[in-house]
C-alpha cells in the first residue's frame, strides 16, 4: 500500500506543464511623434492591440502621451506583461 502512494505521488510530479508560447510583435519607429493628437482615447487601445499577447517586440516598444485626464489618472497597460524582450535590429 505505502508503494501505491509513492507511485501516485511521483505521477503528480511529472505532469506536464503548458508550453511557453513565444509571440514576435513588430515594434514602431514614430519616436515622439503623436499620432493620436486629436483622438488620444484611441492611444491605448491602439497599444493594446500592437502589443497584446507579445513575447518579443521587434524594433522599438513606444508607449507615448499618455496623459492622466480628470475622470481617469492610470492607465491599464497589463497587456504589457507578456514582454520578455525587446530586439532593435537597427544598431549602429
Known amino acids: 500500500m505505502r ?3 509513492e507511485r501516485q505521488r511521483v505521477a503528480r510530479v511529472h ?3 503548458p508550453k511557453l508560447v513565444s509571440v514576435e510583435c513588430l515594434g514602431t519607429e514614430q519616436g515622439l511623434q503623436d499620432r493620436f493628437a486629436s ?3 484611441e492611444r491605448i487601445p491602439f497599444y493594446r492591440r ?3 499577447n507579445c513575447t ?3 524594433s ?8 492622466p485626464s480628470s475622470s481617469k ?3 491599464d497597460l497589463s497587456f504589457l506583461e507578456n514582454i520578455r524582450e525587446v ?3 537597427q544598431c549602429s
Not at 60 to 67: A, D, G, M, R, W
Open 3 to 5: 508503494f501505491m502512494h
Open 15 to 17: 505532469l506536464r506543464m
Open 39 to 41: 483622438r488620444p482615447h
Open 50 to 52: 500592437m502589443y497584446e
Open 56 to 58: 518579443t517586440v521587434t
Open 60 to 67: 522599438n516598444l513606444e508607449i507615448v502621451h499618455l496623459y
Open 73 to 75: 489618472s492610470e492607465f
Open 87 to 89: 530586439i532593435n535590429t
